[in-house]
């Protein structure tokens, strides 16, 4: 007569199979990311893990550093992971006022690139129809500026916003279009440049464009028309008025980025 089987192995078959779905809505309602976690606690293995006591490194919603030498370190306590990215670099010039419409100035504006070598404006080997477009500002005030966070616009669109950038009296800054990979960016005497974000693009037969403080007052709305194959520079360098071919303000020159009309740096009086 064969022996009954025993009702042990059933009876644990049945309490495993409750015990996993249970475990599983417990799992699934504890978290899949540490954000699910309440404040000061991480998802680790879909459980909410709390942290260590004490300052907070590391929060879902909020970043603390945890070394004061590399802001964007961050620690995760009780785990095997650190995160470490990059130190930000300090703000080159913290307590500089802002650049506004009565200290930052639009002194120059290159849309119609000429054809032939005399278009290189850049100074990278290769006259290009976008890339040796620019716009050139001046500090005409007695502080250094904090250019952090002026846009340059072609008409609506933004070309090109400021990173930290400081900019001393009556020096210039030169934003152009693009230019070739590996070339050095030109500079000389009371002035620096910079690269747009994307190609200005400006139409050469008429166009708009606005240069704006970070705190969104205008600081330059300029609409110019069709004009010949030059710069448009101020009538006087760094005063108010119409925009001229350059050619008609200097003869000699048909743009001159970073430097009075003539030639000579701003600090001069032109």
């Known amino acids: 007569m064969t022996p009954s089987p025993s009702p042990l192995p059933i009876v644990v078959a049945v309490i495993a199979l409750a015990i996993v779905p249970a475990c599983r809505q417990e799992w699934q309602w504890?978290?899949?990311?540490s954000q699910d976690c309440p404040p000061r606690q991480f998802c680790k293995l879909g459980a909410c893990d709390p942290l260590h006591d004490g300052p907070i490194p590391y929060e879902s919603t909020h970043q603390t550093p945890i070394h004061a030498d590399y802001p964007d370190a961050y620690d995760f306590p009780d785990t095997d992971v650190d995160l470490w990215l990059e130190p930000q670099a300090p703000h080159p010039c913290p307590d500089?006022?802002?650049?506004?419409?009565?200290?930052l100035f639009l002194n120059e504006i290159f849309a119609y690139v000429p054809t032939g070598p005399e278009g290189d404006a850049n100074?990278?080997?290769v006259r290009h129809a976008h890339?040796?477009?620019?716009?050139?500002l001046v500090n005409i005030s007695a502080d250094t500026l904090d250019l952090t966070g002026v846009v340059l616009f072609n008409d609506t669109t933004p070309r090109f916003t400021f990173p930290p950038f400081c900019l001393e009296p009556l020096h210039a800054v030169v934003v152009f279009g693009g230019i070739e990979p590996g070339a050095t960016l030109p500079e000389g005497d009371g002035w620096t440049s910079l690269?747009?974000?994307?190609?200005?693009?400006y139409a050469n037969g008429g166009g708009r464009v606005v240069v704006q403080a970070k705190n969104q007052e205008t600081i330059a709305d300029v609409t110019y028309g069709s004009h010949p194959a030059v710069?448009?520079?101020?009538?006087t360098d760094l005063e108010p008025g119409p925009f001229l071919p350059h050619t008609d303000v200097f003869e000699e020159?048909?743009?001159s980025p970073g430097t009075c009309a003539n030639g000579q740096p701003f600090r001069t009086g032109c």
């Open 96 to 103: 500089a006022p802002a650049a506004d419409a009565d200290t």
């Open 131 to 136: 890339d040796d477009e620019f716009l050139e």
């Open 30 to 33: 504890q978290c899949t990311t």
């Open 123 to 125: 100074q990278d080997g």
């Open 253 to 255: 020159k048909i743009f």
């Open 195 to 201: 690269i747009a974000d994307s190609r200005f693009a």
């Open 231 to 235: 710069a448009l520079t101020r009538q």
